[in-house]
């Protein structure tokens, strides 16, 4: 008799469970949608401007009056004009929009983010139909790659939207490699069939600075965006490193060329190598220092 009753007691438990795990799993299949509410200057009413995280298929209801020195009240649901009190049924993203006159507002949202530089500063703004807004991005020490989007789309760092729809502006950079902190390995193929590997070595900032070699050569590097060039000079020929560009933190690739004179140069690429194990450069091909032209 026992027995029976721990085992009813244990079923009635799963059953319970059961209940549970089933209601949380309808609880997380609810679908939610964004009511983007705009509400202008002479206009009072609910919902009040913001943004509300609605069910699908629930009933929203809405109601707004036109403030005193105004004479026209527009209210619009997703563009489409309604009328100024009512609900609607939650079917998707919506926008409500309730203005006076001609005081239309549209939206516009803006994200920065970390390495950007530049206004509007990152928030929501609301301005009047036909408004014309300025925006410019630039990056900040220590940064690459800046990008602005206006609604997804690659624009202009800096340029001028007319709020005539809502927008949404996101401007975005990454961390700038630092080529300063190890030595690197640097290979280099010319047309003339020479080649040199050697231990090159960037000292200053991270956007510019000096530069060495282990075969005795020196120069300036400059590292602006995500695009490194710099020279070595030695005493009988210079070397020309340009287009920079990395593979990955620890590969960057570009063009370079050799020369004594300008009208004498010898065309060719390289790769850089970041050194993390201490090993040095080994110089092939014969001596920098010499020319082959």
């Known amino acids: 008799m026992k027995r029976t009753t721990i085992w009813i007691g244990a079923a009635a438990a799963l059953a319970v469970l059961a209940i549970f795990s089933l209601a949380a799993c309808k609880k997380a299949e609810v679908e939610t949608k964004t009511l983007t509410v705009i509400v202008s200057e002479g206009v009072s009413g609910s919902p009040a401007a913001g943004d509300y995280t609605l069910e699908v298929g629930a009933d929203q209801s809405y109601a707004y009056t036109l403030g005193a020195g105004y004479e026209k009240l527009t ?4 563009g489409n004009a309604i009328a100024a009190s009512g609900s609607f049924t939650v079917s ?4 409500l929009r309730a203005y006076s006159d001609d005081n239309n507002e549209y939206k516009l949202i803006v994200a920065v983010g970390a390495g950007v530089i530049g206004a509007p500063a990152a928030g929501t703004y609301y301005y009047k139909q036909g408004t014309k807004v300025p925006y410019s991005y630039k990056l900040a020490d220590g940064y690459k790659g800046l990008s602005v989007k206006v609604d997804g789309v690659e624009a202009e760092a800096s340029g001028t939207l007319t709020m005539s729809e809502d927008f949404v502006i996101n401007a975005s950079a990454e961390v700038k490699y630092d080529i300063r902190s190890t030595p690197w390995k640097l290979s280099e193929s010319y047309n003339d069939g020479s080649s040199f590997e050697v231990t090159v ?6 956007t510019g600075g000096t530069v060495s ?6 120069g300036i590097y400059e590292f602006v965006d995500d695009t490194v060039d710099f020279n ?5 020929v210079t070397y020309v490193y340009e287009n920079g560009d990395f593979a990955d933190e620890n590969t960057m690739n570009g063009t370079c060329k050799r020369y004594q004179t300008a009208d004498s140069a010898v065309a060719g690429t390289w790769t850089a190598k970041r050194i993390t194990s201490g090993v040095a450069g080994i110089q092939s091909g014969g001596s920098k220092n010499k020319s082959r032209n």
């Open 75 to 78: 209210v619009l649901l997703d």
């Open 92 to 95: 998707g993203d919506h926008t």
């Open 201 to 206: 070595t960037f000292s200053g900032t991270l």
């Open 213 to 218: 070699d282990s075969e005795g050569g020196a």
């Open 232 to 236: 070595l000079v030695f005493p009988n």
